[in-house]
C-alpha cells in the first residue's frame, strides 16, 4: 500500500467513524426525547420527599425500586380500589401481585447492561421480561410501548445504555398470594 493509498483509507475510514459517532449521538438524542416523552422516569425513578411534595430522585434515575426500601405486605384490595402503588411510585400492587419497576440504567449486573436491543424490542413487544422471560406484570404499558417502531425503540435502547450504570437490585416479582 502506497503512502497515498494510505492516507487515501485512512481518511475514509475517519469519515465513516464519524458518520457512525454522528448516528449514534443522533439515536441516543432521539432516545432521550422518546423516554422523557413516554414518562419512562414516571415509574422508572423512584420520589423523594421535596420542598413542594414528593419530587424525582435525580441522582437515582431510572435505576427502579430502590433496593434498600423494603415495603410492607400489600393491603387487601377492597371494593372498586383493587390496586395501587407505593409512595416511591416505584412498587405497584394488584390482582397480578405486586411488580417493582426495573432499573433501565446499563449496569450490568442489576440493570439492562448485558441486554442486548433485540432483547429489549422483544421484551416490549411480547410483554415478557428479556422477550422470552417471565411476564412482564402492570402497570408497566408493554403493549402501548410494543407499537413503536424498531427503530424508536432502538433509539431508547441506545439512550439507556448511554447512562451511568447504577448499581440498585429491584426485588423480584412477586405473584399474587391466595387471601
Same mark, same amino acid.
Given at each position: 500500500?502506497t /503512502? ?7 481518511c ?8 457512525? @459517532?454522528a448516528?449514534?449521538?443522533g439515536?441516543?438524542a432521539?432516545g432521550?426525547?422518546l ?14 420527599? #421535596?420542598?413542594?411534595g414528593?419530587e /424525582? ?11 434498600g ?14 390496586? #395501587?402503588?407505593a409512595g ?7 390482582p ?6 426495573i432499573n433501565?440504567?446499563? %449496569?450490568? %449486573? ?7 436491543v433485540?432483547q ?7 410483554? @415478557?421480561?428479556?422477550?422470552? #422471560?417471565?411476564p ?13 417502531? %424498531?427503530? %424508536?425503540?432502538r ?8 447512562? /451511568?450504570?447504577?448499581?440498585n437490585?429491584?426485588p423480584?416479582? @412477586? ?5
Amino acid at each position: 500500500m502506497t /503512502p497515498r493509498s494510505r492516507a487515501a483509507a485512512l481518511c475514509l475510514f475517519s469519515l465513516l467513524l464519524s458518520h457512525a @459517532q454522528a448516528e449514534r449521538a443522533g439515536d441516543i438524542a432521539r432516545g432521550r426525547y422518546l423516554v422523557a416523552l413516554t414518562g419512562c422516569a414516571d415509574c422508572h425513578t423512584p420520589l423523594k420527599p #421535596g420542598p413542594k411534595g414528593p419530587e /424525582p430522585d435525580l441522582a437515582r434515575g431510572l435505576s427502579g425500586h430502590p433496593e434498600g426500601l423494603a415495603l410492607p405486605p400489600a393491603p387487601a384490595p377492597q371494593g372498586p380500589w383493587i390496586w #395501587g402503588g407505593a409512595g416511591s411510585n416505584t412498587a405497584f400492587w394488584g390482582p397480578w401481585g405486586i411488580s417493582y419497576a426495573i432499573n433501565l440504567t446499563p %449496569d450490568p %449486573d442489576t440493570g439492562l447492561g448485558r441486554w442486548s436491543v433485540e432483547q429489549f424490542i422483544g421484551a416490549l413487544r411480547t410483554g @415478557q421480561h428479556r422477550g422470552a #422471560g417471565r411476564p412482564i406484570a402492570p402497570p408497566m404499558p408493554w403493549q402501548a410501548y410494543g407499537q413503536m417502531s %424498531d427503530e %424508536d425503540l432502538r433509539a431508547m435502547f441506545a439512550y439507556l445504555q448511554s447512562l /451511568p450504570p447504577l448499581r440498585n437490585a429491584v426485588p423480584a416479582y @412477586q405473584p399474587p398470594t391466595a387471601r
